[in-house]
Every structure is written in C-alpha cells, then in structure tokens.
C-alpha cells in the first residue's frame, strides 16, 4: 500500500485545516486507517482511527472534541478534519493502514505508513 499525506501547513490558534491521505496499491476499504503525529524531540503520538466503512472511531483524549476522522472509499482517500487548532498541535502528521481488524492506538497495529505532511499552529 502506497499513502500520500497532504493539507500540511501553517495555521493561528483557533484556525482549521484538513488533512487528507491517499492510498493506493490494494483495496483501500479493507483497511482500518489511522493517523499519528510526531512532534520535534517527541515520540510518535496516536491521533485517530477508523474502521473500514467509517462506523467505528477511536480519539486520543487530546483532540478529542476537534478532531474528526473520515474516510471515503470510494477515493480511496482518509481524512482529518483539525478544528480549533492549538499551538501544541504542531507536528507532523502521518496517516496509516492498520494490519489488525482494529481501531487500536498502538503504532505497532500500523504497518504502512504515509510520508507525513508538516502542521505549523503559531500562537
């Protein structure tokens, strides 16, 4: 599986931006998707996760509420939908393919991953 991240950039607190992630190479609607973020000197964060016709999401507890997670399978395609932005959101995010039948926060659930897209949030 192939990922393509995008939608990156510099934001102000409180603003919005989406990202959106494509995939290709196998059949996209298998996959639970999920999305990360890696800030600077920090380690890889889970972020959001759906399950493969979108009925099932999971948050961490620090976007939950500005966030939200979709997908459509007819493009092949995941989104992250970041409201509300704060400062502490600057990361750079990364979206990928779950390998068990499961919404789970554990990177170690995730084996293809996209190559990332930057988010800037200036206070």
């Known amino acids: 599986v192939q990922l393509q991240a995008s939608g990156g950039g510099l934001v102000q607190a409180g603003g919005s931006l989406r990202l959106s992630c494509a995939a290709s190479?196998?059949?996209?609607?298998?996959?639970?998707m999920g999305w990360f973020r890696q800030a600077p000197g920090k380690e890889r964060e889970f972020i959001a996760a759906?399950?493969?016709?979108?009925?099932?999401?999971n948050y961490a507890d620090s976007v939950e509420g500005r966030f939200t997670i979709s997908r459509d399978n007819a493009k092949n395609t995941v989104y992250l939908q970041m409201n509300s932005l704060k400062p502490e959101d600057t990361a750079v995010y990364y979206c990928?393919?779950?390998?068990?039948?499961?919404?789970?926060?554990?990177?170690?659930?995730?084996?293809?991953w996209g190559q990332g897209t930057k988010v800037t949030v200036s206070s």
């Open positions: 759906v399950s493969q016709r979108g009925g099932i999401r």
């Open positions: 190479g196998r059949t996209f609607s298998n996959y639970v």
């Open positions: 990928a393919t779950n390998m068990v039948d499961s919404v789970g926060s554990s990177s170690s659930m995730y084996n293809y």
